[in-house]
Each structure stands twice: as structure tokens, then as C-alpha cells.
């Protein structure tokens, strides 16, 4: 098969014989085809490092079960077929349980069948990302990219991918995350994809690969009997198995499992005999490596003696490959007990573990956990048979500290994942290092702090220090960091006092809210509103603050839930609170009242249709945030662009079109500030806010203007339906009715079939994916393209189309819903007209004339005066081109029956007489 990859033209690729790299100047990720070919290992090599082995790159134990869970993934991929677009699945599962090589298995097993298969794995150096976009690879079915440690990259990262994998009109991209869990991180990422991209992700729980303990015989026999092929050892007769075989848990892991038959295998080569224990195995194994170091130093092949290369390991353990610049910095900061210039150092590390990509250095052991452990046994306090080194403790303190280095992140997050097995590691190191140093969490990344709420080891007081400093300063990848962190406070046990209790939950409120589990949100919510409802009245004053808040998010997630009285009522009371702070603070609070202003009109406006109520609040909200100080501030900038465009829809409820027009110009300039800035976050908001502005303009008949917003408008949501389809192929095709209207009124012809072609594509596509509320829209879409193709002279299609419109139609007009009643009598003489003005097949106009009076008889004498109108200028345009084609008789039977249908206060009176 002939492999194919793109590039957008931030990006170069380079094809180094099967091996595709897209190197990019400014993302953060790399893709290789993947998964490569097996790496075979000469049975010397196996022997000097048998750990190597047990690397799922080199497959030396064939791919075993997991037939259930092949299937799910095929299912999945599957589904995506029939709508191009990015999917998104995750599997998930400790360390050791097989995620890799299943993800292996299925992406060879694919690329055999046409796809392409890709790897994304982070950049050492990690550059600033402007706002990326690459297209899809290759041609075939589909693209696989496979993201392991997906648990460290941050949301905005995934979130980048998952953009620069859209593309119009192209095959789907499938996006297969593998992490070891589904914790907060996993909410958070789903929340965002679900809220901001329309995108529903899939999650898969890897179990361990053995069920039951008597299935472990047979699976440790077969690893040994391709570890001992490996290793050129005679399995025959096999080894016995371990004593603790059956007895511990643990073997049912694969990982486990593997280590434990490739000790057995090197224990009986060597007559010795082998760990019992699961505990055991990986000291056992990194003996090897550290004998594999002496004989390499004792041949002249590396400088560095055991001791030194076991700290240069360490290091590459905590930090993972770093940029060769970044790595000789590493080893400075942490010079090891060897007077060698760090680069020597690294081409030593480099001889004994070979970098995975040509630009990184310090490669860590594999598996990782073979690389935790190490790091375990390195560090003093443990009981195992492995001399701790001292130097060990002291470089983790010269190597993670506060001021941002390029491997802090990884080193903390390794250490903390390190510490869920090995206690002396939480207790003894990183524990204290995070009480000495609590800003390291600001660095750390919400994968850290997720793995350190999990720690037993994590006490009160550190835990609360840790929350106070980042509700202060979090950033917001650490969201869902920051989740876990009041999750675990407000489980601890025993009594918080009333107030803190209600502030943590006030907190957790609006923290899950952030990342869209808003059920969740609203329970926190309310309890935190009751408590601090009952402090304020008992006089706790502080409380007022936190009271306000808790009502303005509680406020939203009601909305969300459809309860928009209560969340009416929530703002309203959030509102009453922050006046009384703004009186006495009112810049530590108008912000915040502004904002609580703003959502009041918002709901008034946007989910009550109560729009000229919410001009008040909304003008409030607008005078207030122009009166502070704060010219520069993202937050007064994102609440001022809310307000305006607020404040716009009241002033044109209330007639108003000069404020109206303002208000959106406004709105739009800042919306515009805020996505030049941040990029792809703000494409949704400023899409709506160019089609505000552009219906303000149209209203004051600035068309050629108001054609221009519009049209910027839909090309944004153009690209932000490629990439979720779900959530914004509906509102493009809101905005694809309005545009149509705007270019029919306005007499561009030249537009219509274009735009109604799009249209009625897009429609189909929505009813296709089962959203059968669109089927009325789609049926209006399609008498678009008959008038669109009548004004360009296709009567034929024309006519096909006019037909079709109405076969759409008519079974929800049969039902009995008035709207559909009414669009089929207006398609039904839409039909005739055009049969009438381009003079094709006559002979249906009084089919259709029948069909449209019967239908038009149906309706209710209290029609709405709208609708009633819609049908009769529907009829008496066709009465006046049967008149102007010279069918007077035609034309005075269809008024006279019209008008007998119809009631006599709708009849104009000098018809009467005709008639």
C-alpha cells in the first residue's frame, strides 16, 4: 500500500525510506506512521539487556485474546464510516495491561485493509502553538492517529490535534487516546469536546489480559517459550512456573506476567532461581541492566562507570527524552558523581538506551514500569534488595524546582505516578518537596495533581495549601487538576466548619461546571447556596461574596437544565448581592456585577424570548464594564463582547436600530481582539457575533455590508462543522436560510443555486444522521433550489425540485401541523408558477391548484395572521402570472375558491367584487 501524508504550509515532511515524520516549526506534536515493523533483537543484545524484550515495539510475545475488545474498536471505526469527520475513542488501564500492543494490533491490522496509521507524540522542546491546520493524510477509508500517555498532554493540545486532523469533504480521522486512567482529565477533555466541538468520545476499559488464576499457566508457558527462543536458551524442558503463580493478583496483568516468565527464563539459564513475588521481579531485571553497564565500562565503551551511568538513568528516568540542549542542562543541574562534560555523558546514556527519535537524548527504561521502579529503587527509604543511592534525593531537589524547566512537568508527574506503588517515594520525596515548594503544582500540570489526590499519603494541610494557590493563580489546563483536589477536601473526613464546607463546594460548583458536568455542578451548587445563604443571614458578611457567585453559576447550570425561572430567578438574587458589594467595593466587584447583569439579559433575551426586557440589565452591564479600569483584562473583555451583543438584541426588540448597529459593531470588534488572540477558542463567538452584526446591518439596509459579515460568519462555521458536525452543521444551516433570503432580496441570482444546493446537501446530511427535525428544513431548503434554479432559467430541475419540496412536506402537512399545512400550499403553488412562467408541462397546474385549495381549506378559521398571509400571497401571485401568461379563466376559478376558503375579514375588499 502506498502511504501518503500533508502538510499545511507551517509543516514539512520528510520520507525516510517506510518511515513518514511530519515535522512541524510550530506545533507541539509529531506524527510517524505507526506502528512500525517489530524490532528484532540479535540474541546478544537480549542477553546484554533483557529488559529490552519486554518493549511492546519489539513483539517477541505474540499478540494474544482480546477478541472482545478488537471487535468494540472495529465497531467503532466502523460507525465513523458513513459520516466523515473526527472521531474520538480512549483506552484505558494501569501500566502493564496491554494498551499499547492492543492499539498496535488493531492499527497493523487496519493498515492492511487501506488506512493510514499515524503516532502524535509530543516535542521535547514543546514550542508555541499559533492556531494550526493540517489536513488529512493519504486516501483509503480513513486515518488512524494513535496518542499514548494521552493523560499528559495538555486539553488545548488535544483539543489543537483534534483541529488540525478537520478537513472538508475528507474520510474520517479517528483520534485513539491510550492513558492509565478515565479520571478528571478524561471529564474534562469529554466536556470540552461535547460543549465546544459537538463531539461525543468513546472510552474503553482495558482488563487485565488473564480472568482467572488457572488461566495463567498458559500464557507464562508461552512467554517462556519465546524468551527463551530470544534469548537462544533451551526451554526444553520448560521452567516451572513461580510458586506465587495463581496466588497473586498481579499475574493477571500482561506485563506482569511477561516479566515474570523472562526472569524464570534467565534464572534457569543461569541455574539460579527466579522472584516469587510480582515485588521482586523488577529489581531482579534491573540488576541485569546494571551488570550490562559494568561489562560496557569494562570494555572501554563508556566512561561512565555503573555508578555514574545509574544516575544518568535516573535522571533520563524522571525527565523522559529531552531536546539535546535540554538534556545537557538536566545533567548540569544535577551534575552526576563523574567529572565528564554532560555531552559525553549523553552519547554514554545513548550507547546503552538509543534515542526513539533522532532529536532527543536520555531515553528512558522501558516499560514504564521498569522506569517507575527504578526511580523507586533509587531513592532511599525503601526495603528492597537494591542499594539506594544517596545522590538520588538530592538531585531531585536540584533538578524540580520552582522556576520552570522543561522537564518539570514530566519528572513530577513520573513521581507521582511512581508513588501509587511505592510509599517511601510519596512520603519521604514528593510530599515534602510540594510543602517546601507548593508552586511547583502551578507547573506541574493537572496529570500530577490528579495522581497526588490519589495518594493516601496526601494530608489536609498540604491538600488546602495546595487549593488555596490555585483558586488564586490555576491556569486553565489545571482544571481538571484543580477538580480533583477540591474532590478530595471535600471528602475528607470528620467536620468542616460550616463556612469552609460551603465555600469548597461553591468552589467544586463552579470548577465542574467549567468542565461541563453540569449535573454534578448544580448538586454542589445548591448545597453551597443553602449553606451560604443561612452564614449570610446569621451575619458571616464574608460570605456574601462566595453567596453571589455560587447563585450566578447555579444560575447557569439551571439554564442548561431548561429551568430558566429559577435560573431567573438565581441571576436576580446573584444581582441583588453584588450591588450591595459594589456599593462599598466597587472596584473589587463591578466586574462581577456587570457580568451577573449581563447573564440576567442574557436568559431574559436568549432562552425566555423576553428580549425588550433585557435591555435594562444589558445597558447596565455595558455602562458598568466601560467604566472600569481594567482596558486590558481578557475577562472584562470576553464579559464587555457578552454584554454589547446582549444589549443589541434588546435594542432591536425595542425598535431601536442606531443602538442595535452599535452595540454589534462593538461586540464584533471585541470578539475579533479576543480570537486574534487566543485562535480557534473564540471561533464560535465570533461567528455570532458577525451574523448579529451583519442582521443589525441588514435591518438599517446596509445590504452590501451586512452580505459581508454574513458571509465571513458562515465560512467560520463552515470550518467549525468539519470538525463537529454534531454540534455546528445546525446552526450553519439556520445561517444558510437567512444568507439565501438575504441574497433573494438583494437579486443576486448568481448566488441562489450555489447556496441552496449547500443547503439542501446540508439538510440531508442532518435528516441522513437521524435528526428528524430537519426534515420540515429540508423540505424548505429544496423549494430554495426550485426558485433558485427558475431564476436561473432551469425550469426542468426547477419544477423536479418544486415537487420534491412538497413530497417532503406533505406527510407532516397530512398530521396535521399547521406550519407544514402552510408550506405545502405555498410549495404546491410554487410548483404551478414555475410550470406557468416557464411554460413546462401545463397540464399539473390544476393538480396542484386542487391539492393546495383542499389543503388551504384545512386550516383553522384563528390561523395566525402571519401564516394566513404567507398562503394568500402564495395564491395571489400565481392568480397574477396565469393573468400575465393569458389563463384568466385559471386564474378567476383559483380567486374565486380562494376566496371562498377564506375568512372575510382577510379577503381585500376590491377582490370581493371579482370574485
Not at 483534534?162 to 492513558?179: E, F, K, R, T
Not at 529503587?377 to 545522590?391: C, N, T, Y
Not at 486574534?676 to 439596509?701: I, K, M, N, Y
Amino acid at each position: 500500500m502506498e502511504q501518503h501524508a500533508s502538510a499545511s504550509d507551517y509543516a514539512r515532511i520528510v520520507q525516510a525510506g517506510r518511515d513518514v515524520v511530519i515535522l512541524d516549526e510550530s506545533a507541539p506534536y509529531r506524527l510517524r506512521m505507526w506502528p512500525p515493523p517489530p524490532q528484532r533483537l540479535s540474541a546478544e543484545e537480549a542477553r546484554a539487556q533483557p529488559s529490552r524484550l519486554l518493549r511492546a515495539g519489539h513483539e517477541v510475545v505474540e499478540f494474544a485474546g482480546r477478541e472482545a475488545e478488537m471487535k468494540t474498536l472495529r465497531t467503532w471505526r466502523d460507525s465513523c464510516l458513513s459520516h466523515p469527520r473526527v472521531a474520538l475513542g480512549l483506552i484505558h488501564g494501569p501500566g502493564g495491561q496491554g494498551k499499547t500492543r492492543l492499539a498496535s494490533q488493531a492499527a497493523r491490522i487496519w493498515r492492511q485493509e487501506g488506512w493510514n496509521t499515524f503516532h502524535a507524540v509530543l516535542r521535547p522542546d514543546r514550542p508555541v502553538r499559533p492556531a494550526p491546520e493540517t489536513p488529512p493524510f493519504g486516501t483509503g477509508p480513513g486515518t488512524v492517529v494513535v496518542v499514548d500517555y494521552a493523560q499528559e498532554w495538555d486539553t488545548g493540545d488535544l483539543l489543537g490535534l483534534i483541529h488540525d486532523m478537520s478537513s472538508p469533504g475528507a474520510a474520517p480521522v479517528l483520534l485513539l487516546l491510550l492513558a492509565r486512567s478515565a479520571g478528571v482529565w478524561w471529564q474534562t477533555l469529554q466536556s470540552r469536546l461535547v460543549r465546544n466541538l459537538g463531539i461525543v468520545p468513546e472510552a474503553l476499559r482495558l482488563e487485565p489480559l488473564v480472568g482467572r488464576p488457572s488461566d495463567q499457566a498458559p500464557l507464562f508457558s508461552e512467554a517462556v517459550r519465546r524468551f527463551a527462543a530470544a534469548l537462544e536458551v533451551p526451554a526444553a524442558p520448560l521452567p516451572s512456573p513461580p510458586s506465587g503463580l495463581g496466588d497473586h493478583s498481579a499475574f493477571n496483568q500482561a506485563l506482569t506476567l511477561h516479566m515474570s516468565a523472562l526472569a524464570t527464563v534467565l534464572a534457569a539459564a543461569d541455574d539460579t532461581v527466579a522472584p516469587d513475588a510480582p515485588d521482586k521481579l523488577s529489581a531482579y531485571l534491573l540488576a541485569r541492566e546494571r551488570t550490562h553497564w559494568a561489562l560496557l565500562h569494562e570494555r572501554g565503551l563508556l566512561k561512565a562507570d555503573p555508578n555514574a551511568m545509574s544516575q544518568v538513568v535516573y535522571i533520563a528516568a524522571l525527565t523522559g527524552p529531552l531536546s539535546y540542549a535540554d538534556g545537557t542542562a538536566a545533567l548540569q543541574a544535577a551534575p552526576v558523581e563523574l567529572w565528564e562534560h554532560p555531552g559525553r555523558l549523553i552519547k554514554d546514556h545513548a550507547v546503552c538506551y538509543a534515542q526513539s527519535r533522532a532529536d532527543s537524548v536520555l531515553e528512558p527504561l522501558y516499560p514504564d514500569r521498569l522506569n517507575e521502579d527504578f526511580l523507586a529503587l533509587m531513592l532511599p527509604g525503601h526495603e528492597r534488595d537494591w542499594p539506594a543511592d544517596l545522590w538520588s534525593a538530592q538531585a531531585f531537589g536540584l533538578l524540580v524546582k520552582p522556576g520552570g524547566t522543561p522537564w518539570t512537568r514530566t519528572a513530577l508527574t513520573r513521581l507521582a505516578e511512581t508513588a501509587k506503588r511505592w510509599p517511601h517515594v510519596a512520603h519521604s520525596h514528593l510530599i515534602p518537596l510540594l510543602r517546601e515548594h507548593p508552586e511547583l503544582c502551578l507547573e506541574a500540570g493537572s496529570a500530577m495533581i490528579v495522581a497526588l489526590t490519589e495518594l493516601h499519603e496526601l494530608d489536609v494541610t498540604l491538600a488546602a495549601d495546595l487549593y488555596g494557590l490555585l483558586a488564586e493563580r490555576r491556569p486553565i489546563d489545571l482544571t481538571a487538576g484543580y477538580v480533583a483536589l477540591l474532590t478530595r477536601l471535600t471528602n475528607i473526613p470528620g467536620r468542616l466548619p460550616p463556612h469552609e464546607r460551603a465555600i469548597l463546594d461553591a468552589a467544586l460548583c463552579a470548577a465542574l461546571g467549567e468542565i461541563g458536568r453540569y449535573p454534578e455542578a448544580a448538586e454542589y451548587g445548591e448545597a453551597a447556596v443553602a449553606r451560604l445563604r443561612g452564614l449570610v443571614a446569621d451575619g458571616t458578611e464574608e460570605c456574601r461574596d462566595h453567596l453571589a457567585a455560587a447563585l450566578t453559576n447555579l444560575a447557569e447550570y439551571r439554564s442548561v437544565a431548561g429551568a430558566n425561572q429559577s435560573a431567573l430567578d438565581a441571576t436576580r438574587e446573584a444581582v441583588s448581592h453584588y450591588r450591595a458589594l459594589a456599593r462599598r467595593s466597587p472596584g473589587a466587584y463591578g466586574l462581577r456585577l456587570a457580568v451577573a447583569l449581563s447573564k440576567f439579559g442574557n436568559i431574559l433575551a436568549l432562552r425566555m424570548g423576553r428580549a425588550s426586557e433585557a435591555l435594562a440589565p444589558a445597558d447596565e452591564a455595558v455602562r458598568i464594564l466601560k467604566g472600569l479600569d481594567e482596558a486590558d483584562s481578557a475577562s472584562r473583555t470576553e464579559a464587555l463582547a457578552t454584554a454589547l451583543a446582549t444589549l443589541s438584541r434588546a435594542a432591536d426588540a425595542h425598535a431601536d436600530g442606531t443602538l442595535a448597529l452599535e452595540s454589534a459593531r462593538e461586540s464584533l470588534i471585541l470578539r475579533r481582539r479576543l480570537a486574534e488572540a487566543q485562535g480557534a477558542v473564540h471561533s464560535p463567538a465570533l461567528s455570532r457575533a458577525l451574523d448579529t452584526f451583519g442582521r443589525a446591518l441588514w435591518r438599517t439596509g446596509r445590504t452590501d455590508e451586512a452580505l459581508a459579515s454574513l458571509v465571513e460568519s458562515v465560512t467560520i462555521h463552515r470550518e467549525l462543522a468539519t470538525i463537529a458536525p454534531e454540534r455546528f452543521e445546525p446552526i450553519l444551516e439556520g445561517q444558510l436560510h437567512h444568507l439565501f433570503e438575504c441574497y433573494r432580496e438583494s437579486g443576486l441570482r448568481q448566488k441562489l443555486v450555489p447556496t441552496a444546493e449547500e443547503l439542501v446537501a446540508l439538510a440531508q446530511r442532518l435528516v441522513d444522521r437521524g435528526c428528524q427535525e430537519f426534515r420540515p428544513s429540508l423540505a424548505v431548503a429544496t423549494y430554495h433550489l426550485a426558485v433558485a434554479r427558475a431564476g436561473a432559467g432551469q425550469w426542468g430541475e426547477a419544477c423536479s425540485a418544486a415537487d420534491l419540496a412538497a413530497e417532503l412536506i406533505r406527510p407532516r402537512a397530512t398530521l396535521g401541523f399547521v406550519a407544514s399545512e402552510v408550506a405545502l400550499v405555498r410549495f404546491l403553488c410554487g410548483s404551478a408558477l414555475i410550470r406557468v412562467e416557464g411554460r413546462r408541462d401545463r397540464s399539473g397546474v390544476p393538480d396542484r391548484l386542487d391539492e393546495a385549495l383542499a389543503v388551504y381549506a384545512r386550516l383553522p378559521v384563528t390561523l395566525a395572521a402571519n401564516l394566513r398571509r404567507e398562503c394568500l400571497d402564495a395564491f395571489e401571485v400565481l392568480e397574477e402570472s396565469l393573468i400575465a401568461a393569458g389563463d384568466d379563466g385559471w386564474a378567476l376559478g383559483l380567486r374565486r375558491r380562494r376566496i371562498r376558503r377564506t375568512p372575510a375579514d382577510h379577503v381585500n375588499p376590491r377582490l370581493r367584487g371579482r370574485s
